[in-house]
């Protein structure tokens, strides 16, 4: 069954936390009137921050409601012909909408394809590729006792429904976790809103990394693979408790990695029925092979997305647009060029900006991009601070991003870790 592509709107669900909206560029090359859909507060909010406005935004008390954003869409006379997720906690939304709307990328995506939360995800991965390496793990309810012991520590305890780190817990021992589990219940999901679960996992140590690419017929195109630098932080009032957060990444060409990465890959579309879409896969290389992590059907945001194209030359989002609207073939499209590595950083101070410029060595390039102020949080109402929790938690606090090049994956990483040393120190 094919889609009757008769809109003449791109529908965004969630703007990007990272500011950059590349959907709204490829919607504009073609002449689509681009509509974004987020709470009133963020769209308040990404106004005094200064991001590109789309061609129309509407205010939704909660996105993740299908029939909320429907009745919205229909008031507004909005006809999508392309529906998309622009953050993770919508993801959920896009694509239900897409198949009751008839837009695409239904039916392409897959005629019965809804994305599976973290839980949902590793039993599908267990049913259909049980080889494939995961850490062990538990969800979490009333009846949960002793199980969680046999995880050993330290666990991973995280929201199945959550994204960008938030709720996302190093508990170290067993007397931690009920102080971890009442942290997430303090939390709220983006936009408000209780999480749907939580589950424990084991703790795998290892470098990470991610994959970045997009699904066509079922198969894997990796666009990149990136590892990635991650801080484990001390969560303030939240005594013997710590999060997680990825400040820095370094990208090379998809063409590089690994078979086994390459077979995570494909078999996550194979668990999850994903044949058509932008995907991102974050794994730990274990001393057994590659370790599933966690899986996502959208762009990654933290600038990944300007990352890649700078690294690989690959323009990811019209990359998506291309294979949904255009129905072409992206394997056909990437380059395949695979000897650059260009890596970025996340600077939280002055200092770190300051110091970048100084440390690298010969034949590295670095490059300082500073953000503009971050309006003060006094501009914002109450209920505006309190829908908005999440995101000034996981998404502000930066002043900048430093990108690193060079011919050798070793100055770059030597130069990113010097710097997230800095963070540290800070």
Not at 241 to 249: C, D, I, M, N, S
């Amino acid at each position: 069954m094919e889609a009757a592509v008769t809109g003449s709107d791109f529908v965004q669900l969630g703007a990007t936390r990272d500011g950059l909206d590349p959907y709204l560029d490829c919607a504009r090359r073609r002449s689509l009137r681009a509509v974004l859909v987020e709470t009133p507060a963020y769209l308040r909010w990404r106004k005094l921050l200064g991001r590109r406005p789309f061609d129309l935004e509407i205010g939704v008390e909660e996105p993740q409601d299908p029939e909320q954003v429907r009745e919205a869409l229909a008031a507004a006379q909005v006809r999508p012909a392309l529906l998309l997720s622009g953050f993770e906690r919508y993801v959920y939304t896009a694509f239900s909408l897409a198949r009751s709307l008839r837009a695409l990328p239904w039916p392409s995506v897959g005629e019965d394809f809804r994305p599976l939360d973290k839980q949902e995800l590793r039993s599908a991965v267990h049913r259909v590729a049980g080889h494939l390496a995961q850490p062990r793990h538990l969800l979490l309810g009333a009846e949960t006792g002793g199980e969680t012991e046999e995880i050993g520590y330290p666990q991973v305890i995280k929201p199945v429904d959550g994204g960008g780190g938030l709720g996302v817990l190093l508990v170290r021992s067993a007397d931690r976790r009920p102080a971890a589990l009442k942290y997430i219940e303090s939390l709220a999901n983006y936009g408000g809103g209780e999480f749907t679960g939580v589950v424990t996992e084991e703790f795998v140590e290892g470098p990470e990394v991610s994959l970045q690419g997009v699904a066509h017929a079922g198969k894997p195109i990796l666009l990149s693979v990136c590892e990635k630098l991650t801080a484990v932080e001390d969560i303030p009032d939240a005594s013997g408790l710590a999060g997680f957060r990825e400040v820095g990444h370094i990208a090379r060409h998809g063409n590089t990695v690994s078979p086994e990465l390459l077979e995570l890959a494909q078999s996550c579309l194979d668990a999850t029925g994903y044949r058509e879409g932008p995907f991102h896969i974050d794994a730990i290389l274990g001393p057994d092979g590659p370790v599933l992590v966690e899986m996502g059907f959208r762009l990654s945001g933290g600038s990944l997305v300007a990352l890649i194209k700078q690294a690989t030359g690959a323009d990811w989002a019209e990359l998506v647009f291309r294979i949904h609207l255009d129905g072409e073939d992206p394997g056909q499209l990437v380059e395949p060029d695979g000897t650059k590595s260009i890596g970025q950083i996340r600077a939280v101070s002055e200092d770190q900006l300051t110091a970048a410029a100084e440390i690298a060595p010969a034949g590295c390039s670095v490059q300082v991009l500073p953000v503009g102020p971050t309006p003060s949080f006094a501009e914002l109402t109450a209920d505006e601070l309190t829908i908005l929790a999440s995101d000034i938690t996981r998404h502000s606090g930066s002043v900048g991003r430093v990108l690193v090049t060079s011919a050798q994956d070793g100055d770059v990483r030597s130069v990113l870790s010097s710097l997230a040393e800095n963070r540290r120190r800070d």
